[in-house]
């Protein structure tokens, strides 16, 4: 596909159970980010991977909250022992990684929403 | 279904109109701003962007202004289309890592 996609669009969960959202950043890209949005608010920073490393993962909430990128590519973000304030959409991004190609590119999101 | 930008400042203008969305950022050492355009239940999707060594950018019915001075930015867009009609937010980098996204505008267009 040509842009970021992400599985899957919608995901209901119970308090205290644990899901995964998958990304698949645009090919050839080597940055991957994820965000997450909730209701009336921009998009805030959880985790930036650069290759399979994780770079920058200041902005994830606590221990519960945990992201992998193995081969490069696909990336998974795993919320453990989840709770209703983890309800936000989630949104993956990737990019060039390069300096003067940083320019992000968004996928439609994960709405998670947790009872 | 989803509604971005429940209680955002909300711009109202007229089809045809040329349109001015205000953004102020945060950190003075950012040297790369973008626009995202984002419509309910979709993800952000990239507008323009600009560096810090710039202060006006054009493209397509849109251009963006950027006032180091005061940090601040506007997105232009002319001759506005019902189409156009979303949440708008900046966002400032740092470098090829995180976005710091500002509070969005939601812009509605009237025929």
């Known amino acids: 596909g040509a842009g970021v996609s992400q599985t899957p669009s919608n995901k209901v969960t119970e308090k205290g159970k644990y899901v995964e959202l998958r990304c698949d950043p645009i090919s050839g890209h080597t940055a991957l980010y994820w965000y997450r949005q909730s209701l009336g608010q921009g998009p805030e920073f959880l985790i930036y991977f650069q290759g399979t490393g994780a770079a920058d993962d200041s902005g994830l909430p606590n221990d519960r909250f945990f992201a992998v990128r193995p081969e490069g590519s696909v990336s998974t973000l795993k919320i453990q022992r989840t709770e209703r304030g983890d309800s936000a959409v989630y949104l993956c991004?990737?990019?060039?990684?390069?300096?003067?190609?940083?320019?992000?590119?968004f996928g439609p999101g994960t709405r998670l929403l947790v009872l | 279904g989803e509604s971005v930008g429940l209680h955002l400042p909300t711009l109202s203008v007229q089809e045809g109109d040329n349109s001015i969305i205000n953004c102020a950022y945060s950190n003075s050492a950012s040297d790369y701003f973008i626009w995202y355009k984002q419509e309910s239940g979709k993800g952000p999707q990239f507008i323009i962007d600009i560096r810090s060594n710039m202060d006006k950018r054009q493209g397509q019915r849109v251009t963006v202004l950027l006032n180091k001075t005061v940090k601040h930015l506007s997105l232009q867009i002319a001759a506005t289309q019902p189409g156009d009609s979303a949440v708008y937010f900046c966002a400032e980098n740092m470098g090829a890592d995180k976005l710091i996204f500002g509070t969005g505008t939601r812009l509605q267009v009237f025929p």
């Open positions: 991004a990737s990019s060039q990684g390069l300096a003067g190609e940083e320019t992000q590119y």
